[in-house]
Structure formats: structure tokens, C-alpha cells
């Protein structure tokens, strides 16, 4: 989640993960969140999550493109 590359294979786990390994996944990312300083890009993460949770994120929906230098 600290840059472009990071955000394509993390958005693409979630994609990809099913069950237990895809409920992890979303803890572990929930838990890093607030590292995440810029509000506007950790806005887009808790969407994503939300998403995810609800079996959303990833049918038929573009990557979400999350620029974040800071981190």
C-alpha cells in the first residue's frame, strides 16, 4: 500500500483470495490502515475493503489507481 506496484498486488489478492484466506487478508490491510496518513488514499483503501467484504471489489470493476508517495 506504500506505492503503485504495491497497491496493483494487493488489490489483486483481493481479487484472487476466496474465504478464510480473502477474511485474513482484509484483517491484516484493516489493521495497516491508519499507517496510511494521506485520508484521501486511505478513504479509497476503506472503500476497497468494504468491498471486498461484501464479495464487490473486482466483478467487472478497474483496479482502483492509488498514487501514494508519502508512505
Not at 477474511?23 to 468494504?50: C, F, M, N, S, Y
Request: proline share 1%; glycine share 8%; net charge positive.
Amino acid at each position: 500500500m506504500r506505492n503503485q506496484y504495491g497497491n496493483y498486488v494487493v488489490q489483486s489478492a483481493l481479487k484472487v483470495c476466496q474465504g478464510e484466506q480473502l477474511t485474513d487478508l482484509i484483517k491484516t490491510i484493516a489493521q495497516r490502515l491508519p499507517e496510511v496518513t494521506d485520508r484521501k488514499i486511505r478513504g479509497k483503501w476503506d472503500q476497497i475493503l468494504h468491498e471486498a467484504a461484501n464479495g464487490n471489489f473486482g466483478r467487472g470493476t478497474k483496479r482502483v489507481e492509488i498514487n501514494d508517495n508519502n508512505s
